[in-house]
């Protein structure tokens, strides 16, 4: 069975704790196929844990996995994350 | 507390030390059960910023966790935990720089709504077309509202889709919103599209647009599915 596909937007109280910064603005370059794009419009999968993945090319670019009050991030699959104000 | 449709309620909560928001922006609600087990959900935001007050607009899924207790038994004087204003990825920006498209289906209209008050709110004309999908007149949340605010002549036209049952004499769309359907609807020039609806719908909608000549990087979607509600 396919996972439910959301987006960046369904993950943004996540990433704020973990990066303490409104991430979904944030423009992440894919390491997979290099396209460059908002946070909010990246693909998310959600199960046991969080997978992020680039839109243009589906590789993973992001997996946060919460286990109570620790979270385990793996940025891998991201390039450069660029935030703003 | 005000019910919207047969399944979908608004709650106003009155945040202490809110310091306001941005329409489109969500916060998600923290539940805990008395033996410590907690879930939590996203809900968009339905009201315009304005003091420390924040309406949520919830929709009721029969085996979800949150929406239960939000929908059917929360009382006025009720607590429970907040985290947010998050999001700034599907945020209304009051200069667009021109026509806007709001596309919802659903409760997808509500983070819409939050836009098309705030608009209101401040005064701005910029010419926007609201087109939301429902199934029926019956499940069209906010229906009263968007009436009065679709001939307030201010630039907001509202284009609605029933896909399953129309009202007699009913001269709207009957039918899913698709390219076609699109094709008549949306403005050839729009600055920004922001869609939101069920994973299927937003994606639909958006490759649509995009096959349609629009540029994808003015299009932003915010999807939304059955995630336990």
Not at chain 1, 34 to 46: F, P, R
Not at chain 2, 59 to 65: C, F, N, P, S, Y
Request: aromatic share 6%.
């Amino acid at each position: 069975m396919e996972a439910l596909r959301l987006d960046g937007n369904a993950v943004a109280g996540l990433l704020r704790e973990v990066f303490a910064a409104e991430v979904t603005t944030a423009i992440g370059t894919c390491d997979g196929c290099g396209a460059v794009e908002a946070v909010g419009a990246v693909h998310v999968y959600m199960a046991a844990g969080t997978v992020l993945r680039c839109p243009h090319c589906d590789a993973v670019v992001m997996k946060l996995v919460r286990d109570g009050e620790r979270i385990w991030i793996d940025l891998r699959g991201l390039r450069t994350l660029e935030l703003a104000p | 507390m005000r019910p919207e449709t047969d399944r979908v309620k608004t709650l106003g909560l009155e945040v202490p030390g809110w310091t306001g928001h941005r329409a489109g922006q969500h916060v998600d609600v923290r539940l805990t059960a008395d033996d410590g087990y907690q879930a939590q959900r996203s809900y968009s935001i339905a009201s315009s910023a304005g003091g420390s007050r924040v309406e949520l607009t919830v929709e009721l899924i029969d085996d979800g966790e949150v929406s239960p207790y939000l929908t059917e038994e929360a009382r006025v004087g009720d607590r429970f935990e907040l985290r947010g204003p998050v999001g700034g990825y599907f945020v209304w920006d009051p200069n667009p720089g021109g026509p806007v498209l709001l596309v919802g289906a659903g409760s997808g209209v509500v983070p819409l709504m939050a836009m098309v008050r705030q608009r209101a709110a401040d005064g701005d004309e910029v010419r926007t077309r609201l087109l939301y999908s429902a199934r029926s007149w019956e499940d069209v949340i906010y229906r009263d509202e968007l009436e009065r605010a679709g001939q307030r002549g201010d630039g907001l036209e509202i284009v609605y889709a029933l896909t399953r049952e129309q009202p007699p004499g009913w001269t709207g769309y009957g039918r899913r919103v698709d390219r076609e359907l699109l094709a008549e609807v949306v403005p050839d020039e729009l600055a920004l599209t922001f869609v939101c609806g069920p994973t299927p719908f937003a994606e639909a909608v958006a490759e649509a647009l995009v096959g349609l000549g629009h540029e994808p990087s003015r299009i932003k979607t915010e999807r939304f599915g059955p995630t336990g509600g």
